[in-house]
């Protein structure tokens, strides 16, 4: 009776549709016993997922700060690589502004004896260099070659109290001697009299005499002129022209055929005339 019956009703339903209103009504009835049943599953699916999304999140969020620190790192290289950058380009720019043969080289130690000015450099005399060779910047002279170690080399800055450089002045060719202060922004011209045609502001260059440096290249401009009454010379200061505080390059010139032909003449003289002005060392 139950089969003939549920195959009347399968045939009524097929045929006419009439329990389509009864299966709604028993859908909406039966249906919160379906969540009730289902809520198990789906609960634990759901913690799952969140715990999984939470995982992978925690991942993720560690991931782009690991990124972001490695990009600020690189950023913070970028800026510095962009300053260096533009000190070689200055400094490039230099090379066209010097004749001969020229090489850039790169501080590698500072000497750290505040009373003694002086920097070693990656190149050596198998590149080259020689002792007595002139260090120049993008600005004007800053040292020379003391002492050679092949692979490196060790130089004097202009400002080191053991240096010093002659030099002329640009408005009226006057010549003169500039010697080291200890100062990294300081040189003193000790040999001008109480006479002498200096004013502030004078732009001192080499004057090629000795044959270290080559002639016309910027050292420093004066800043300041004294003297006291009675004494026989001014006291006056000059501005160095390089940056001697900041350098990070440098760049290593060799004198042309015609120079060095010159120094040598030069040398002569001072071999026959001891108190004419030269480069020293002491």
């Avoid at 000497?111 to 590149?127: Q, V, Y």
């Avoid at 002498?196 to 300041?224: C, M, Q, R």
Wanted: charged letters at 20%.
């Amino acid at each position: 009776m139950l089969c003939m019956l549920s195959v009347a009703i399968m045939v009524l339903d097929h045929n006419n549709e009439h329990l389509i209103t009864v299966r709604r009504i028993m859908s909406a009835a039966v249906h919160p016993i379906r969540l009730i049943i289902d809520a198990p599953f789906s609960l634990g699916h759901w913690i799952g997922d969140s715990a999984a999304t939470h995982d992978e999140l925690m991942d993720e969020n560690r991931l782009l700060k690991k990124q972001n620190l490695i990009q600020n790192a690189r950023l913070q290289r970028y800026v510095a690589l962009e300053a260096e950058n533009t000190r070689l380009r200055t400094l490039f720019d230099s090379t066209a502004k010097v004749s001969g043969r020229v090489l850039i080289g790169e501080i590698l130690s500072i000497d750290m004896n505040p009373f003694r000015h002086r920097i070693t450099i990656n190149k050596g005399s198998n590149d080259g260099l020689y002792v007595g060779q002139a260090l120049i910047d993008a600005d004007g002279i800053i040292g020379q070659v003391l002492r050679d170690q092949f692979f490196s080399a060790e130089a004097l800055l202009i400002t080191d109290i053991d240096h010093a450089i002659p030099v002329e002045i640009v408005r009226n060719r006057l010549r003169t001697i500039a010697v080291g202060t200890g100062n990294l922004e300081r040189l003193s011209l000790p040999f001008l009299p109480r006479n002498a045609d200096v004013v502030d502001g004078d732009v001192l260059v080499t004057s090629g005499l000795g044959g270290t440096f080559p002639p016309g290249y910027p050292v420093g401009k004066i800043n300041e002129i004294a003297g006291a009454s009675g004494e026989p010379f001014l006291t006056v200061s000059a501005r160095p022209a390089a940056g001697l505080n900041r350098i990070r390059e440098v760049l290593l010139i060799w004198p042309e055929p015609a120079a060095a032909q010159r120094a040598d003449d030069d040398d002569g003289d001072l071999a026959a005339n001891p108190l004419a002005p030269a480069e020293t060392s002491q």
